[in-house]
């Protein structure tokens, strides 16, 4: 007779409890760790040391669930054994709470090279960096060995912070522990010495790095991109190319970053299935934004499965920077009904298009969201509301901005000082400068400060300052900057001086087409018509292309020296050879170089033939020619003209009352002295009479 044995019950022991808590770990199981947990505690087994480690690994729960397991530790005494306490402090680093881990790693009487390494990696992921570095010298002075995740987590931040000294010292320190060999250690290497301009020693590190993943790659191409270096970005792509290496989201976004041409790049996104990486098409989007081609840009958001404040941002920047504030207050409305919150950059953006009196309703407007967002405490936001009322040459509310200015920083300095020179408050512009000199920050100025102060002294025909802020430019290397050398060429050419101008010019190697620019018009503000003409061929034979600042000091000149037929030859070669659009200064610079030769007929027929309609600058150039030829019929003709533009121009009038006093027509010009009364011009009268 067989006997059967008895049937047993499955009994759940403790490395059941292991298992499905490992499963959770692993993404295996749909469980909370916490309930696990909390059926483990209802039956008679004891959890141990192995068992908790295990829970904290797979936790991820709130702040009260982790309470309830820390008091267990505590109870039971599990907290003794260090691997378990890190294992807590760093499930507390993972979900934020920093000062709680770092009351726990105070409390800890006994500390692994673990436990500081999960401190100084937690301090640096939640942006305590300069915590987690003071930490790692400690950890270096006790004799603990950092681990290549520690190394990672601390040369971002050495190289963000301009930290060199320090980020070698790292290197150092994984050259002698063995851990240089490192991917992770090597790539964090290569993006520090790239992030602090270092790019030979990025380049050595990389070409030593015998496997290299799509994450080296990416770094090297992302610390070429950084440096602007296009070219450079390219060439390690293509390499990365041809050698099958997986290519990524970064490595797009690197590349665009480095403003490679984004059209191949949109073609090998849809190749290699990324057109729904959010992120992708966010960066293609702002590179075709970049670029003026904002159908493309348009479209491709459209496309896009997830709404993006980084693309809306781009296209409407774009837009305000063409002026198409229309276009842009739609999208900042679209922006708001989406309840997207608008930030800094883009309210700046924003702002940016705001660049003339026109759109005083539409800057006003922005500043009051500023104020109701609370992105009016922001210093970037300031400085873009300090920028836009001083094109309004609204000063007053220029230097209300900057008192509420809870930190005041070079920028914003320079913001007010430069809006100030702008609205033609150059006086105003020097108090502040005094102002900064004096501060408790002790701000220094920079080239950008400089070359407005200079725009001051331009302004004020302020000689004697110019050269003191010269003598300046000189103890403080400024003369290297060639936007700094060509606003000192321009304030000696104002102030009366060409030959100081001409030595300024004559230091710099090659000069940009600014410094042509000014050198030109300095000579033509001085009289000196033949040395402006020879500049501008010398600048020709040098290579450096003219633009439309340039043509003006080149009509300028022709105009104050009555060279007529150079100035036909010019004004058709700006045209034709350069295809550069006439705008109305230069229109008006012809017109007067026509009226005063007495070419009234082709001044007329010039202004007539104009692609866009001519403005009381253009028809005025024409009225004061009448008056130096004393031309009474053809002035009253233009005077009409400039009447039906503006009838409130009170320099008409003064102009029409000089026309007809040369001719000694003085019922007319009690006449003209009656209007300007009557339309309110009385201050005017003194200074027709004085003309």
């Excluded at 070698?168 to 522990?177: D, L, Q, T």
């Excluded at 992708?280 to 348009?298: F, K, M, N, P, Q």
């Excluded at 705001?354 to 009051?368: D, K, V, Y």
């Amino acid at each position: 007779m067989r006997i059967s044995k008895p049937i047993t019950l499955f009994t759940k022991d403790l490395s059941f409890y292991h298992s499905l808590l490992k499963s959770c770990v692993h993404g295996d199981n749909s469980s909370s760790p916490i309930t696990i947990f909390r059926d483990l505690l209802r039956s008679s087994l004891r959890p141990n040391h192995f068992t908790m480690s295990i829970l904290l690994q797979a936790s991820s729960t709130s702040i009260g669930s982790l309470k309830l397991v820390q008091t267990h530790l505590k109870k039971s005494g599990i907290d003794r054994f260090v691997y378990v306490k890190t294992s807590l402090l760093d499930l507390y680093l993972k979900m934020g709470f920093v000062a709680t881990a770092g009351k726990l790693f105070d409390e800890m009487p006994e500390r692994d090279t673990v436990a500081w390494n999960a401190m100084i990696c937690g301090y640096s992921r939640n942006g305590y960096e300069r915590d987690a570095w003071h930490l790692f010298i400690v950890m270096l002075r006790q004799g603990f060995l950092p681990s290549a995740t520690t190394l990672a987590n601390l040369l971002p931040f050495c190289g963000q912070c301009g930290f060199v000294s320090q980020g070698r010292s790292v290197h150092c320190i994984a050259s002698k522990s063995g851990l240089e060999v490192d991917s992770q250690v090597k790539n964090a290497l290569i993006s520090f010495y790239s992030k602090c301009a270092e790019l030979d020693s990025a380049e050595v590190l990389f070409t030593e790095m015998r496997d290299k993943s799509t994450v080296s790659w990416n770094t090297m191409i992302g610390a070429y991109s950084q440096s602007g270096l296009q070219e450079e970005a390219i060439i390690v792509f293509k390499n990365m190319f041809e050698r099958s290496v997986e290519i990524s989201p970064v490595t797009v976004i690197n590349l665009l970053s480095a403003h490679v041409s984004h059209e191949p790049l949109h073609s090998l996104v849809v190749k290699t299935g990324m057109v729904n990486d959010n992120s992708v098409i966010t960066s293609l989007v702002c590179a075709y934004s970049r670029c003026g081609c904002l159908d493309s840009a348009e479209r491709l958001y459209a496309s896009a499965a997830q709404d993006s404040i980084v693309g809306l941002t781009s296209i409407v920047s774009s837009y305000a920077e063409k002026g198409d504030m229309d276009i842009v207050i739609a999208y900042f409305s679209k922006m708001r009904h989406l309840c997207m919150r608008i930030d800094a950059v883009a309210l700046v953006g924003i702002l940016h298009g705001c660049t003339n009196s026109s759109h005083i309703e539409i800057g006003t407007s922005l500043h009051g969201y500023a104020i109701q967002s609370g992105l009016c405490t922001q210093t970037l936001v300031v400085n873009g509301l300090i920028t836009m009322y001083s094109k309004f040459d609204d000063i007053e509310t220029v230097l209300f901005l900057f008192e509420t200015l809870h930190e005041t920083p070079l920028i914003s300095w320079n913001s007010v000082i430069s809006g100030c020179v702008q609205s033609g408050r150059a006086s105003t512009a020097f108090e502040i400068f005094h102002q900064m000199s004096l501060s408790d920050g002790h701000v220094l100025p920079d080239a950008i400060t400089i070359a407005s102060l200079l725009a001051g002294c331009s302004q004020l025909s302020c000689l004697h300052l110019g050269k003191t802020l010269h003598g300046y430019i000189l103890r403080n290397s400024f003369g290297n900057e060639k936007f700094v050398c060509t606003a000192l060429i321009d304030m000696y050419a104002k102030c009366g001086n060409a030959e100081l101008s001409e030595r300024v010019f004559n230091t710099i190697d090659a000069p940009c087409t600014a410094t042509w620019n000014s050198m030109i018009s300095g000579y033509s503000l001085s009289g000196l018509q033949s040395r402006a003409l020879s500049c501008y061929l010398e600048m020709r034979e040098q290579g450096s292309k003219p633009d439309k600042i340039t043509f003006l000091g080149v009509l300028s000149a022709c105009t104050h020296g009555g060279l007529v037929d150079e100035g036909r030859v010019y004004f058709r070669e700006m045209i034709k050879e350069f295809g550069i659009s006439p705008s109305l200064q230069h229109y008006a610079l012809m017109v007067g170089l026509l009226g005063r030769a007495c070419l009234f007929s082709e001044a007329v027929n010039l202004i007539w033939e104009m692609d866009m309609k001519a403005d009381s600058a253009v028809w005025g150039a024409l009225l004061s020619a009448c008056i130096v030829n004393r031309e009474v019929e053809m002035g009253e003709y233009v005077a009409k003209k400039m009447f039906m533009l503006d009838y409130r121009n009170g320099g008409l009038y003064v102009l029409m009352s000089n026309l007809y006093a040369t001719e000694e027509m003085w019922d007319d010009v009690s006449r003209v002295r009656r209007m300007m009364k009557d339309n309110g011009y009385d201050g005017y009268l003194g200074v027709s009479q004085t003309l």
